[in-house]
């Protein structure tokens, strides 16, 4: 017999029910401190794998029928590797010189040397932040793609900083689902643009905290409540037909 059993068979119930508020009251009186500073500071790296990778890994999954002809990913090509198991041709591009997995460098919001109609499937994961002028970057992907390509899109909602970033070539955003869906809607076709956000309030401070997806029970990273959006995925399409977007 467990402790709490055996006290429901010494207490009588309205003893118990004092016992539990008492309890109520000293938990408000003296709540848990909360620490100032993460478990880790590099996203969960040092743990495993972040929990933004979690949402990532399973939308690009859902989603690697997509990833196939000439695919554009970017910094590398790790995903486009892992899931574009029907690509034929894979570049990667890169803001500044000297990557050397970079195929293409270019920044986004210009990208005049990146030819129009050319893939048939583009991964932008977790770089918007990154850019200023997101219109003329999400013009620059729309023109780039192929007539009745895909893009798929990952992007922040609640997440910390990268300084790292932030000193090399500046974080400018965070996203919600509206925010991000309005953006590609404005260059794509409507009914074009499907988006999703991930996340929960658990998830969201097991985040910023620095803890890793595997400090994290399966049943809590699936639980989403659209009030905490940690994560947004979209995924747009490109019409068939050459529109007067692509002139």
């Not at 972040?50 to 690697?64: G, K, N, T």
């Not at 890169?94 to 030819?115: C, W």
């Amino acid at each position: 017999m467990t402790a709490k059993q055996l006290l429901k068979t010494v207490l009588s119930s309205p003893v118990r029910r004092w016992l539990r508020n008492q309890q109520r009251r000293l938990q408000r009186l003296f709540p848990p401190r909360l620490r100032t500073a993460p478990v880790s500071a590099d996203w969960g790296w040092s743990r495993g794998q972040p929990i933004d990778r979690y949402y990532i890994e399973r939308f690009l999954a859902e989603h690697a029928d997509d990833v196939r002809g000439h695919v554009l990913d970017f910094a590398d090509d790790t995903y486009a590797r892992r899931f574009g198991s029907k690509a034929t041709q894979v570049d990667v591009l890169h803001r500044l010189d000297g990557n050397p997995h970079a195929t293409i460098v270019a920044d986004l919001a210009r990208g005049e040397q990146i030819p129009s109609n050319t893939f048939d499937c583009i991964l932008c994961t977790q770089v918007l932040q990154y850019i200023y002028d997101l219109p003329a970057a999400i013009r620059t992907l729309y023109r780039i793609l192929k007539p009745g390509g895909i893009i798929l899109v990952t992007a922040p909602g609640i997440q910390k900083i990268d300084l790292e970033g932030m000193e090399a070539w500046g974080e400018c955003w965070r996203f919600t689902a509206l925010s991000l869906h309005r953006l590609f809607e404005e260059a794509f076709s409507k009914g074009q643009v499907e988006v999703r956000a991930y996340g929960n309030v658990l998830v969201a401070a097991a985040a910023l905290y620095g803890y890793a997806w595997e400090d994290v029970r399966r049943d809590d990273l699936e639980y989403q409540d659209p009030e905490y959006e940690v994560l947004i995925t979209l995924r747009a399409r490109k019409l068939a037909e050459v529109s007067t977007h692509d002139e």
